[in-house]
Structures are given as C-alpha cells and as structure tokens.
C-alpha cells in the first residue's frame, strides 16, 4: 500500500509560472484535500474533495485550482505562481464518516522567485 | 469558530524521561475529534494518537498517551520513555465529528511545539 503519494516534492517557479501538484491514493478514500503549511500560520486548508466530480474551497482557495476526475486523484494547480505562494503543500485523504486521521502525502516544498 | 492554542513554542527531554506537550481548544459543539501529529525533519505528517470527544477514557498508543479534559477543553500529549527518534514538531489539531461538519472535514491545527530529545 502506498498510501498518498505526492509529487514533486520540491519545485522553484519563477513569477507567473503555472504547475499542477500531483496527489494519488490508493486506499479508495472518498475525501481528500490540499493544505498548506507556512511559519507561525499553522496548516490552512486550500481545497477539498468529498468525492469524484465534487470539489469546495477551503480558507485560502485563491489562485488554486482542483479537479477530481477520479476517486485516486486530485491535482492542485497554481495558475499563476506569486512569491506568496512559496510554501510547503500537504496532500491528505480521508475516508468519510470515520473518526479516523488524516492520512498525508509526504508534502511539496514550493518556491516562487 | 473552533481553534487550537499550543501554548509551549519549544520543549525539550531527556532520553528516557517523560514529557508533556499541552494543547487547549475553544469550541462549543459536543462531539468532535482531537488529534496529536508529529512532523520530524522529513516533512512527513505522522499521525500520533486520536481522541473522540464521547469517550471519557484516554487513548494510549504504545508510550503516547493523552489526557482529555472535555470540560477543561484540554487535551495533553505525554511520551514516555523519550526516544531520540521523538524529536520533532508535535501538532494538536480538532475535526468537527461528521454529524455536525456536513462535506468539510477540515482539520484545525494549533501552531505546533518543537520538541528536542537531549542525549
């Protein structure tokens, strides 16, 4: 079992540069969702999934876009990367209606210069 | 809204003695979850233990233990027997159980402590 797996897991972008964040997961959890992590500010969730073909915005959904085609996928993509975007990108799943924990990728350290 | 104070930026144990990490949270719901995440210098974000609101007994998990205080809104995290391989950044984090949350399962963390394990 792999679990979550994300990729890449470090990338520097220029200003205005577009990338996707790759996520998969192969434990057929129904949620799955983006965070990021920044210094003093804890982790904040970017966008979530409850399912194939359902995505919702979380507290800082602001130039990220997500798509769920598949229950395994969930890209994240930076449309135009700005220096505040610099950050370290968490990938997490979860299966629903459980008191479970979060399983989490092994993260995504971004620059933007 | 919900949040999670972390109170200690930074601690520190010897090996084989036993700490403490405090974590308090504000929340007026009746059921939820609580959770300690550790996160080492590989990045990696490693569930440690989980506590449901509804159950009065503290959850153990090998030498991680908690002490909940529901009416207190307290929810510390004691290591045992301190490893070298403990030291990391701890995370106290709250889920809305599913009943009340709807789609969102989203996690509110505490800002983390940084814990140093001393030869």
């Known amino acids: 079992n792999a679990g979550v797996t994300q990729t890449p897991k470090f990338q520097v972008l220029k200003t205005g540069q577009s990338m996707t964040l790759q996520c998969a997961q192969d434990?057929?959890?129904?949620?799955m969702s983006w965070y990021r992590q920044d210094p003093g500010m804890g982790l904040r969730l970017i966008h979530y999934?409850?399912?194939?073909?359902?995505?919702d915005q979380g507290e800082v959904p602001n130039g990220y876009n997500v798509s769920r085609s598949t229950t395994e996928d969930f890209p994240l993509r930076l449309l135009s990367a700005a220096p505040s975007q610099t950050s370290v990108y968490f990938c997490?799943?979860?299966?629903?209606?459980?008191?479970?924990?979060?399983?989490f990728g092994s993260g995504t350290r971004l620059t933007v210069v | 809204a919900q949040t999670v104070t972390q109170s200690q930026p930074e601690m520190s144990v010897q090996e084989a003695e036993t700490v403490t990490l405090s974590c308090t949270y504000d929340?007026?719901?009746?059921?939820?979850?609580l959770f300690w995440y550790k996160q080492p210098p590989s990045r990696q974000m490693i569930l440690v233990i989980r506590q449901e609101a509804y159950k009065q007994q503290n959850a153990t998990e090998n030498r991680f233990s908690v002490n909940f205080q529901k009416a207190a809104k307290s929810f510390s995290l004691k290591i045992s027997d301190s490893q070298l391989g403990d030291a990391a950044m701890y995370f106290c984090?709250?889920?809305?159980?599913?009943?009340?949350?709807?789609?969102?399962?989203?996690?509110?963390w505490g800002l983390g402590t940084s814990l140093a394990v001393n030869p």
């Open positions: 984090a709250y889920r809305t159980s599913p009943l009340n949350a709807g789609n969102n399962r989203k996690l509110i």
């Open positions: 434990m057929n959890h129904e949620y």
């Open positions: 997490a799943s979860l299966p629903t209606r459980t008191a479970a924990g979060y399983t």
């Open positions: 999934s409850v399912g194939a073909g359902i995505t």
């Open positions: 929340t007026s719901e009746s059921d939820y979850y």
